[in-house]
């Protein structure tokens, strides 16, 4: 199956600060990434959407402004949490596919961050 | 109504037995269907993919589809205990690329 790698894959910070994630997809060309936010026994939560060259779309309540995403080629997409707090401290995945249509995802191993 | 539901578990089996889990989705036009196995504090990982009615076998594992009835399910036979997991159910959405997931339903096998 395709790779995707992240990076870091934890993340220890002050509140106040921000962090970078990347995401990479190793061995195929990745039109479309997806990130996710995963908090303890719960399940994936979609927050956006990104396509090579092109704006993210956010989920309904993700804050764009809060949670910046660049796709800047067909292999990297990252997520910057900006002005980290506390409630930031979550696990996230990324996953990526080539955007055939019914294709699946394949996911990062994730980055859990935790937000002094 | 949630897009995707599971039944929430947690399911307890003994090794070697047969773990059923079930997945219902409400989009009627949804066109393929995925079960991923995710382990405590890591990320999902793709078992099966299945796109038709009916059947589809890889190892100990038989995804069932029945579009009709908007069901989907998951066998593992000879349960072990390194299948003690987490499944979600997702279902990939008619307009666009996105999966929908379910909640997922948490597998311990007992030795």
């Known amino acids: 199956g395709a790779v995707v790698s992240q990076h870091p894959s934890w993340v220890i910070c002050k509140s106040g600060t921000s962090v970078k994630i990347e995401c990479r997809s190793l061995d195929f060309q990745a039109t479309t990434m997806f990130w996710y936010r995963q908090f303890p026994k719960q399940s994936l939560m979609l927050m956006a959407t990104?396509?090579?060259?092109?704006?993210?779309?956010?989920e309904q309540g993700v804050e764009k402004d809060k949670f910046l995403i660049n796709h800047a080629s067909l292999t990297l997409s990252t997520l910057t949490v900006t002005s980290a707090h506390p409630e930031d401290s979550s696990f996230y995945i990324c996953?990526?596919?080539?955007?055939?249509?019914?294709?699946?995802?394949?996911f990062g191993p994730g980055t859990r961050l935790l937000v002094l | 109504q949630k897009e995707v539901e599971q039944n929430s578990g947690p399911l307890s089996v003994p090794e070697g037995a047969i773990a059923s889990l079930n997945c219902t989705y409400s989009d009627r036009v949804s066109q393929s269907f995925f079960w991923y196995r995710q382990y405590s504090g890591k990320s999902p990982e793709l078992i099966m993919s299945?796109?038709?009615?009916g059947d589809k076998e890889d190892g100990r594992f038989t995804a069932q589809l029945n579009k009709a009835s908007q069901y989907v399910s998951l066998l593992i036979r000879d349960s072990q205990p390194s299948d003690s997991a987490t499944y979600l159910c997702?279902?990939?959405?008619?307009?666009?690329?996105?999966?929908?997931f379910g909640a997922g339903t948490t597998v311990t096998v007992r030795a």
């Open positions: 996953s990526a596919n080539s955007g055939r249509a019914q294709e699946t995802q394949y």
């Open positions: 990104s396509n090579e060259g092109s704006k993210a779309t956010y």
């Open positions: 997702a279902v990939g959405r008619s307009n666009d690329y996105k999966l929908s």
């Open positions: 299945i796109y038709s009615n």
